[in-house]
């Protein structure tokens, strides 16, 4: 499909001016409400929306229930049973997000029979069609290409001295300038929105779909205003059900509003500090919880080998480790198989996860006995995963940079923090104590932020176990250590000799009452690795 982008309008070939006026301003939400008022008398609604909230099973939580029939109780003031049409992704979540939504409007239209059709054109893959092979995509690619940054999209996808690299062609299938991205997004958000019009037929017509479909999508429809709150903090996401708001005139044209919520995973949990948050707990420390009460630890893996490559093994003194811990998990008031695990997609974290599970006696997960597949993988990319803390890494030396961003922040240079962490200076130049100012905000940021998912992931299970990697685990057992903003724990403290040792990490505890305490935790008698 041809097209040209005039201003903020989109012309598509034979079909006439998409949107017929400029934009307002879109760098504040507009409401449910305020957008339904928008609507005039012979004008159609077409809502692309972010799922509402998930649990680790890939249904949606109580609270995303709840949030979908406050949102459909708004649409159901202005649309009666049989007006509205519901479009979705093949995934569940999207399809029961949509069927939640429906109930309160009348229509109980039932997960299996939401339509599916625009699934191909609902997803981030729309977007991602070049020709080559492609990493996988994260927010750092979609957010670099969704502004046209064709250099951090280069440096991200080719960083120097990675073995492994990928081209702008290969994964977006255009030119390697911020011209040929402008090009490339414009013409891909104009043949979604033109596809979209044309399924705008019912007076209200609601998509369902993913904040990765949604970040391309409408960054490019809002002119690449770089100053719209899309992302909730520094969360890196899309609240759940806002996305676009398309009201479809008569005429065919159309205009595109943000719509949005304040929906998020932040929940109503509030962090208390637990005494003992200055010091590695074991578990005898934090397994005496009370009975409803809910627990997480995220620790990184036994001892490995000395192959450290995605399939390395532990080594024997690592299984050791493991099948020790597990029996010591036997001592709780957690029953059996009330238990969640899940780890990277290593084999050293499966493992480490398949022997704790066994041996504590969660047969429902994996034991020495069964496949490294039964342990869940679902947040290795996005909340504990190893390198969630940086941008990139160097190929050479990131005991070096990790020690200082947890433990000497003002020894990062400029460069560092730029191009491993993207921190940058206020101006040319950093006054003192600047750097540990902005590291150790993001420390906190970040840190709450994954710990919000995590408490999300324990929605339906006592115990819930992650394992990972000592880059991640370090600045979270910072975060955890901290007294105001100064902690009390350098797990990466060259000097020291302080490294985080197998199998330590962080203890959450999940209160009932809506609060949650977290503390330093250890597997092992100590939780440095000297």
């Known amino acids: 499909m041809n097209f040209i982008k005039q201003g903020n309008n989109i012309v598509a070939a034979g079909l006439g001016p998409i949107l017929v006026k400029e934009f307002p301003d879109c760098s504040e939400f507009y409401t449910y409400a305020e957008i339904l008022d928008m609507v005039g008398p012979t004008d159609k609604l077409g809502l692309v929306i972010r799922h509402s909230q998930k649990q680790s099973d890939g249904t949606l939580s109580q609270n995303g229930i709840e949030w979908c029939q406050e949102i459909g109780d708004i649409i159901a003031d202005k649309y009666s ?20 939504i429906s109930k309160r409007i009348g229509d109980n239209v039932g997960i299996n029979n939401v ?20 990493p996988s995509i994260d927010f750092n690619i979609l957010s670099s290409y969704s502004y046209c940054d064709s250099a951090a999209l280069k440096d991200i996808l080719a960083p120097e001295g990675a073995i492994v690299t990928y081209t702008i062609q290969d994964v977006f299938g255009c030119g390697d300038t911020d011209e040929a991205l402008i090009e490339d997004i414009n013409y891909k958000a104009s043949t979604i929105t033109t596809r979209l019009i044309q399924a705008i037929t019912n007076d209200l017509n609601i998509f369902v779909t993913h904040d990765n479909m949604l970040w391309p999508y409408v960054v490019t429809i809002c002119g690449q205003q770089i100053s719209l709150k899309w992302y909730l903090g520094d969360t890196q996401q899309i609240c759940y059900l806002s996305g676009v708001a398309i009201i479809k005139h008569e005429d065919g044209t159309a205009e595109l509003y943000p719509i949005g919520t304040s929906y998020s995973d932040d929940g109503t949990y509030t962090e208390v ?6 010091i590695f707990n074991s578990w005898s420390d934090v397994k005496n919880i009370a009975i409803d009460d809910k627990i997480a630890l995220i620790i990184r893996h ?6 450290t490559s995605q399939t390395g093994e532990l080594s024997e003194n690592g299984r050791t480790q493991a099948i020790n811990l597990g029996t010591q998990m036997q001592q709780s008031n957690i029953a059996t198989n009330d238990a969640f695990y899940s780890s990277t997609d290593y084999y050293r974290t499966k493992h480490t996860a398949a022997l704790i599970a066994g041996y504590r006696g969660d047969t429902n ?3 020495e006995t069964q496949p490294y597949s039964q342990i869940d993988t679902t947040y290795s990319d996005t909340t504990i995963n190893g390198d969630a803390y940086t941008i990139d890494l160097p190929s050479s030396g990131t005991w070096e ?15 560092e923090l730029e191009n491993y962490f993207g921190i940058t200076p206020d101006g040319a130049d950093w006054e003192t104590n600047e750097k540990t100012t902005k590291v150790r905000a993001q420390i906190i940021s970040k840190s709450r932020n994954f710990i919000k998912t995590i408490i999300n992931a324990c929605a339906n ?3 819930n176990v992650f394992v990972s990697h000592d880059h991640y685990l370090g600045p979270m057992i910072t975060y955890a250590s901290m007294i105001d903003t100064a902690p009390s724990l350098t797990p990466y403290n060259m000097s020291s000799n302080h490294w985080v040792n197998y199998l330590a990490g962080v203890a959450i505890i999940i209160h009932t009452n809506g609060t949650y305490e977290i503390v330093p935790f250890k597997g092992l008698d100590s939780g440095y690795y000297n």
């Open 81 to 100: 049973t049989g007006e509205t049409s519901y479009y979705s992704t093949d995934v569940y979540r999207t399809k029961q997000t949509a069927d939640e």
């Open 365 to 367: 997960y994996a034991g």
């Open 115 to 134: 339509d599916i059709s625009l699934d191909s054109i609902l997803t981030s893959y729309y977007f991602v069609t070049g020709p080559g092979q492609k």
């Open 273 to 278: 500090t637990n005494e003992n948050h200055t």
């Open 461 to 463: 299970t006592r115990l």
């Open 401 to 415: 940079l990790m020690g200082k961003y947890c433990s000497n922040p003002e020894a990062l240079t400029t460069a």
């Open 302 to 307: 036994a001892e490995r080998g000395s192959d």
